[in-house]
């Protein structure tokens, strides 16, 4: 499968942006799909996935309640929308894929064997 990220941009802190992940591939409804982000100088973080199977989300701490993700699986697409957005938030965030992922390795980025090419997001104070 390969993944194209967008929807990333310049934004002040308190507002939203809403992240694409499309996916090419009849077999997208089979995938994991994931957000993570890396931020200058920083590691790679996870952020939020969805299970294809059951639909199940799942976030890190700092996102929840803040960011929702979604997948569209007619259109082959997972969404980020991120409200209430903090300098912190800034990054490039990469969408990831995989099939059947193991529920204790959702968080860890070398699950996944897809790659999206990033998008920057950016959150000014």
């Known amino acids: 499968v390969q993944l194209q990220a967008s929807g990333g941009g310049l934004v002040q802190a308190g507002g939203s942006l809403t992240l694409s992940c499309a996916a090419s591939?009849?077999?997208?409804?089979?995938?994991?799909i994931a957000w993570f982000r890396q931020g200058s100088g920083k590691e790679r973080e996870f952020v939020a996935s969805?299970?294809?199977?059951?639909?199940?989300?799942y976030y890190t701490d700092s996102v929840k309640g803040r960011f929702t993700i979604s997948r569209d699986n007619a259109k082959n697409t997972v969404y980020l929308v991120m409200n209430s957005l903090k300098p912190e938030d800034t990054a490039v965030y990469y969408c990831?894929?995989?099939?059947?992922?193991?529920?204790?390795?959702?968080?860890?980025?070398?699950?996944?064997?897809?790659w999206g090419q990033g998008t920057q997001v950016t959150v000014s104070s």
């Open positions: 990831a894929a995989d099939q059947s992922i193991i529920l204790s390795d959702i968080r860890r980025g070398g699950a996944y064997d897809y």
């Open positions: 969805t299970r294809w199977s059951g639909g199940r989300t």
């Open positions: 591939g009849r077999t997208f409804n089979r995938y994991d």
